[in-house]
């Protein structure tokens, strides 16, 4: 919306319209810096505003998170014991007010912006059947988890392939060190460090699919602790606002000698909308929580990040900015290999944060070490951008 009434503006000063230098102040519209810091303000209020509301709402509604039983987790139970019946699906905050913030902000048509926000949509619609599910069941069990594969796959290839058959998000340029200017693919991918292109063509769809199906899922992972995926969901979500910013800038793109594409820039819209968003659920999330964001949150913004990863082909410095996402998934995966094959486990509990809580740290100290964590790494990640 802000970004058609510049363009209203620009029209009427081309033509000559005397009312377009009267309001000349309208030109800070077409600035995607001013666009991108709107969107976290209004995502931010917006949350602030309806949150009070919603959670009342979700308790009349008796949407409780169901837990797990003592005999399923045992010491933890004690642990989480005062939880039960604090309200889950609140990640309908996050997921509202970050679309609303993005329709007002952003460019919506421009492909991009539209395949992610299509993503981060859809995946939030899963999280929130499975959330349905668990409060109508009481129980912590939810859909199946091989409907929630299927549900990943599908919209992970369709993405994909809306990415290769469109020819204003397959085509990019590449400044490489030794070889200049390059023209590149939205198949192509490089690693951190590394200034040569590996080409997959159509290989890749398969790796887009798996990189969002990881990513939503390690997020709901790391949903486990209060504000825990919430405050590095920020970290991470900065840091590709800043990659997004960058690849859609040429000289910065040509400085970093990192893929470029001047229309990707428009994502640092979406990405702080999201940090916006996640800052206001934050006020109430924060120990002790008053909601949970639930799978509808946490989905959303694993299919946002993704999405947004794979855009800017900059999917495996993912693995290092989010870094304790990986960490979560990775340590359930060990758990579940080890147990399987040798009938013993690495960790106390999986995902790694229950591991830490049941060696002694108390919630505020796990969650604000991953937070530091996950900064450090995000700083990281930034600064493997550049290659010398």
């Avoid at 399923?72 to 007010?97: D, N, Q, S, Y």
């Avoid at 399987?340 to 509990?349: E, N, S």
């Avoid at 108390?362 to 937070?371: L, T």
């Amino acid at each position: 919306m802000l970004y058609w009434i510049y363009q209203f503006w620009r029209d009427a000063k081309e033509s000559g319209a005397d009312w377009a230098e009267t309001f000349s102040f309208l030109r800070i519209f077409g600035y995607i810096t001013i666009r991108a810091g709107l969107a976290a303000l209004i995502s931010f209020l917006l949350t602030l505003a309806i949150g009070e509301r919603v959670i009342r709402k979700l308790i009349s509604l008796k949407v409780g998170q169901p837990l797990r039983t003592a005999a399923e987790v045992h010491k933890l139970a004690e642990l989480h014991g005062g939880k039960a019946g604090t309200p889950t699906m609140g990640g309908i905050m996050i997921l509202g007010t970050t679309m609303v913030a993005v329709l007002i902000c952003g460019r919506v048509l421009n492909p991009f912006v539209l395949v992610v926000s299509l993503v981060t949509f859809a995946f939030g619609v899963l999280g929130f059947l499975d959330d349905y599910q668990k409060v109508a069941k009481k129980n912590s069990a939810g859909i199946s988890g091989k409907f929630k594969l299927v549900w990943q796959a599908l919209v992970g290839l369709a993405a994909g392939l809306f990415l290769y058959l469109t020819p204003e998000t397959s085509d990019y340029v590449f400044y490489s060190v030794n070889d200049g200017v390059q023209t590149a693919s939205v198949t192509d991918f490089t690693f951190p460090l590394i200034t040569f292109i590996i080409p997959l063509g159509l290989l890749a769809i398969p790796l887009f699919m798996a990189i969002l199906m990881g990513t939503s899922n390690a997020v709901n992972l790391t949903d486990g602790l209060d504000g825990l995926a919430t405050g590095v969901t920020i970290t991470v979500a900065l840091a590709y606002a800043v990659i997004t910013y960058l690849s859609g800038t040429q000289p910065a793109a040509e400085y970093l000698h990192i893929f470029h594409k001047q229309s990707l820039a428009e994502l640092s819209v979406v990405m702080l909308a999201l940090v916006g968003a996640c800052f206001g659920f934050l006020w109430f999330n924060c120990h002790p929580a008053k909601v949970f964001m639930g799978d509808t949150g946490s989905l959303a913004i694993g299919g946002a990040i993704g999405m947004t990863a794979i855009c800017a082909k900059q999917e495996f410095l993912l693995v290092i900015i989010g870094f304790v996402f990986v960490m979560e998934a990775v340590s359930v995966i060990l758990q579940v290999g080890s147990f399987k094959l040798r009938g013993k486990r690495i960790f106390a509990m999986a995902p790694i944060h229950h591991h830490f809580e049941l060696r002694g740290w108390n919630e505020n100290q796990v969650i604000i070490r991953f937070w530091i964590i996950s900064i450090l790494c995000s700083l990281g990640g930034l600064a493997l951008l550049k290659v010398l």
